[in-house]
């Protein structure tokens, strides 16, 4: 009988070990903290510059088991309504104690034009989507930039950046779907492409390869080694059920 109780705890022991070594660990973006298996929201800190910051709204989803960290990035055009809504939504729908790898979702990469009602451009006369990977010390865009490059992008392990068409602009929904030249990275950034279930994806071979001047936020991620992809869908300004 003590052999059998000796047995026992041996194995509850060998358990606990093997399911510490495969618990997840808590993600963190900014200040914003998720212990496994929790959710927590908060703001990523732009700092003043040579102009004013800004407070990026941002959700970290924990899963309660490693895998891969998905971000999704939101509100890169202060216009582009449909995926600041289906993040939000979104966010209450996913489970973290269910979740094998975790979420990181960026509500509204650019508040100043979302705030200020403008299309394209910040404040500072810059188009977000074109100064990747930013700077530390640059205008307001480029320190958006680098926030999001040192801070989501980093943690990620796969990145989704969400688009619609502008206030001017009425799109037909689809994925840009980036060829590189190196197979494995293509290879996964198609199967991202085909998991996110637009009807029409566009084959893009034209983004810049320097590392230091990846200009927009996928092209960002898929030049660190990370699969990624641009997906537009909605537009004019609208909120509409099947593009949200």
């Not at 004013?52 to 490693?66: E, F």
Request: net charge positive.
């Amino acid at each position: 009988m003590k052999r059998l109780r000796l047995v026992a705890l041996t194995v509850v022991v060998a358990c606990a070990a093997a399911a510490a070594a495969f618990a997840a660990d808590a993600l963190k973006v900014g200040d914003i903290v998720a212990e496994p298996g929790r959710r927590t929201s908060g703001y990523l800190a732009v700092p003043d510059g040579v102009d004013p910051g800004t407070r990026i709204p941002v959700s970290v989803l924990a899963g309660v088991r490693p895998g891969p960290v998905l971000a999704l990035v939101a509100g890169t055009h202060g216009y582009e309504y449909t995926s600041i809504v289906a993040l939000q939504r979104l966010r209450e729908r996913v489970d973290p104690g269910a979740l094998t790898g975790s979420l990181i979702l960026v509500h509204m990469a650019n508040p100043t034009t979302f705030y200020g009602r403008r299309i394209y451009f910040s404040p500072d006369g810059k188009n977000l989507n074109r100064v990747y990977p930013g700077r530390a010390d640059g205008t307001l865009s480029q320190r958006i930039a680098h926030a999001i490059t040192s801070e989501v992008i980093a943690r990620a392990t796969h990145v989704v950046d969400m688009h619609c068409g502008d206030g001017n602009e009425s799109l037909r929904p689809y994925s840009y779907w980036q060829v590189t030249g190196d197979r494995a990275l293509d290879e996964a950034g198609k199967r991202l492409a085909l998991a996110f279930g637009l009807d029409h994806i566009v084959i893009d071979r034209e983004r810049p390869s320097d590392p230091e001047r990846t200009l927009y936020t996928s092209n960002t991620a898929v030049r660190r080694g990370k699969p990624a992809i641009t997906v537009e869908s909605g537009g004019m300004g609208l909120t509409d059920e099947a593009s949200v």
